[in-house]
């Protein structure tokens, strides 16, 4: 039966198909205001619909029990954010778009995708057999049996039907792209010719690095002519830029004389102590291994020391001062083949029935078909494998150890019983438990005082401007170091555990100094230097950018000017160049061996006619002049291959720009950083 705990564990996989479904979001007329309500601060703009704190938190928490998500480490909030901020995209964007463009689920295509006629992810990922892999009918006839009477069920089996419905209409969205992809006659005949066709010539070039930038004059208005006419080249996220500066905090000299002293004086009293486990577990730096290991997963001095009851270290040893000893051996077999029946704690009557049933010569694989609870072994009689002995922890390596060929054993662990039958034991050889205790090469608090003490200092000069801020970096004998944060990231690129830096910028006002964080075992100080709310970046920001250009610009007019003759060997000389030849050269190419990557010269060269000379090409780098002089054609490609490939790459490029392009319309803001 699919329980609500396994579907809960199944809605991993859920979860990903609303991510996947938000990419195909249908945006249309977008109204985006900026600002907070009431003591409910915004949180984002979907569709022009105002996301507030709490509604972003009751969607949160949802998700994160419906799918019983943890918060471990930043990874997974991260995800869970990005879940939570997909799934309001879907309900403000998805389900209202695919309304209004009349994509409908029908009553009759659902129940195909209950039935398993037509396959829905979003029931497969529920109800399909771990055993083999199909989908289990059956299983979702029981757990709608289960839904009548429990309310939790019932919740989950609307939450399903819900990504399903989702699921279908994305399904029919993309079908409606991809049905308006054509490719005609015409471009097939062209990708043809160009797959088929292979250009070799002659050329000559002048580089634009050649000509000195002195002899030209950019001006204000040649700078804003080339901004305003390319425009959508400087499309942008939203974004803050902070400096930053780090005070690293690593260990003194006097620090790793402490710490070695530390180790050699607890090293004489852990190898006195009669209570290793006590005097381990006493030690906030002790450690005892949950499994047993033999001397083979020991490193040779581990193993010489640790396998002849000898204490090993204090050793410094990956920056750590280590010590280890034994503290139980056994002599085990190095592998251990196992089948199991799993049974609920509950059921101990039934537990010690099947085992005197078992250890009478019971068939184990049909007590495990038939009673073990735990589907993805049950099918095959239980079978677990083989697996070293050092697998094992707890209950399970003291049950183990010393079992031999054809033994059952009784384990209770946590909320289960298990019945374990070995089928292979090998050879029995020493196994060892080891308690160690280590000390890292780490600041000691003194230390960490005085560096936050110089934060500290730092930090109330640095306030006042980003001149101060500089200043008080050179005083304190730190780099600053330059970071932007696009609106959405949660963390600053290339600084670990960051967090909280990037949520103190998204609530900064430029010039404001923030507090000292802790990130990783450093500290760190910030200055927020700039916010950028433009759609487009600003003129001043894309300068050298801009210039750039309109210098290349410049000097190819300067260039073709000077260019003369009605050869290729008088144009090469007017350019003060050589001719030199090019061959290999198709449509599809992307380098030209002595030019580089210049695709308008590719275009021009595999359009161009044998034995004319050409234009001037205004190439990326140089402008370029050549001569086809020959022109192989062999048939690489026919017109029937040539239209699946162009039709499946036009459809493939539709679909994957799709959302994208109505992103661009969305303008969707996401102002999460500064709480979540």
């Known amino acids: 039966m699919a329980s609500l705990n396994t579907l809960r564990t199944k809605f991993g996989v859920v979860l990903s198909i609303i991510i996947g479904l938000a990419l195909l979001a249908f945006i249309l007329s977008l109204k985006t205001e900026m600002g907070f309500t009431g003591n409910d601060p915004r949180v984002g703009v979907i569709d022009g619909e105002k996301i507030n704190y709490s509604e972003y938190y009751d969607e949160y928490e949802r998700i994160k029990t419906q799918n019983n998500v943890q918060e471990s480490d930043e990874q997974q909030s991260a995800m869970l954010a990005n879940a939570v901020w997909q799934s309001l995209i ?26 398993g006629q037509r396959p829905s992810q979003a029931f497969y990922s529920a109800f399909a057999d771990p055993r083999t892999g199909q989908y289990n009918v059956e299983a979702v006839s029981q757990f709608l049996a289960q839904a009548e009477t429990n309310s939790q069920a019932a919740q989950v089996w609307a939450q399903l039907n819900e ?24 471009e097939v005949a062209q990708g043809v010719e160009g797959a088929n066709r292979t250009f070799s010539g002659k050329w000559a070039g002048k580089k634009y690095s050649s000509v000195p930038d002195s002899l030209f004059t950019v001006s204000t208005g040649d700078l804003k002519n080339y901004y305003n006419s390319h425009k959508d080249q400087f499309k942008q996220t939203p974004s803050r830029t902070l400096s930053y500066v780090v005070f690293e905090v690593s260990p003194t000299d006097d620090d790793l ?21 006590a005097f381990v577990r006493a030690n906030r730096n002790g450690r005892i291994a949950e499994s047993y290991v033999t001397a083979a997963q ?49 059921q101990e009557t039934l537990a010690d029935s099947l085992l005197t049933a078992l250890r009478k010569g019971g068939d184990f694989a049909a007590a495990a078909a038939r009673y073990s609870v735990y589907d993805a072994t049950a099918a095959n009689g239980g079978e677990v494998g083989v697996m070293p002995f050092s697998a094992f922890t707890g209950e399970f390596a003291e049950a183990l150890a010393g079992a031999k060929k054809g033994d059952i054993v009784k384990i209770a662990s ?38 936050h003490n110089q934060a500290g200092s730092f930090m109330v000069n640095a306030k006042g401007s980003s001149e101060a801020f500089a200043d008080a970096a050179s005083e304190a004998a730190v780099t600053p170091r330059v970071a932007t944060l696009a609106q959405g990231d949660r963390t600053i690129r290339g600084l670990e555990d960051s967090r909280d830096v990037a949520r103190w910028a998204y609530g900064a006002e430029t010039g404001d100094v923030s507090e000292i964080f802790t ?3 450093d500290y760190v100080i910030a200055m927020l230097t700039g916010i950028d709310d433009h759609d ?30 009605s050869t290729l060997a008088e144009q090469a000389s007017s350019l003060g160049s050589e001719v030199d030849d090019f061959s290999g050269v198709t449509f599809g190419s992307f380098y030209i061996d002595g030019i580089g990557m210049e695709p308008r010269l590719v275009g021009a060269i595999s359009s161009s006619e044998q034995g004319v000379l050409s234009a001037p090409v205004k190439g990326m780098s140089g402008v370029y002049v050549f001569e ?34 109505i992103q661009q319309m969305a303008k969707i803001q996401d102002l999460r950083g500064k709480y979540f």
């Open 90 to 115: 879907t309900r403000y964007v998805l389900t209202p778009g695919f309304d209004r463009m009349g994509l409908r689920v029908t009553d009759p295509e659902r129940m195909a995708m209950v039935s």
């Open 163 to 186: 990504q399903a419905r989702l699921e279908r209409e994305a399904q029919k969205f993309f079908g409606l792209v991809k049905g308006g992809v054509y490719v005609n006659s015409l």
């Open 257 to 277: 004389l402490a710490l070695e002293k530390k180790a050699a004086e607890v090293g004489r009293e852990f190898a006195a102590a009669e209570d290793v486990k």
């Open 298 to 346: 020991l490193t040779d001095e581990e193993g010489k020391a640790l396998m002849d009851g000898k204490m090993y270290g204090p050793v410094l040893k990956n920056n750590e001062w280590t010590m280890a000893r034994v503290l139980s051996a056994k002599m085990a077999p190095d592998s251990v083949g196992i089948r199991h029946i799993v049974l609920p704690y509950t």
């Open 414 to 451: 946590g909320d289960a019983i298990q019945l374990m039958q070995v089928y292979r034991a090998d050879k029995p050889t020493k196994h060892i438990q080891v308690a160690s205790i280590t000390y890292p090469l780490e600041a000691s608090a003194a230390t960490r005082r005085d560096i």
């Open 519 to 521: 990130v990783g075992k």
């Open 536 to 565: 487009y970046a600003p003129l001043e920001k894309v300068a050298s950018q801009v210039r750039a250009q309109v210098l290349r610009d410049k000097k190819y007019d300067y260039i073709v000017k000077d260019l003369a003759g």
């Open 628 to 661: 086809v002089g020959d022109v192989q054609t062999e048939e690489k490609q026919t017109a029937e291959g040539e239209k699946v490939r162009a039709q499946a790459m036009a459809e493939g490029m539709a679909q994957q720009f799709a959302y994208p392009a």
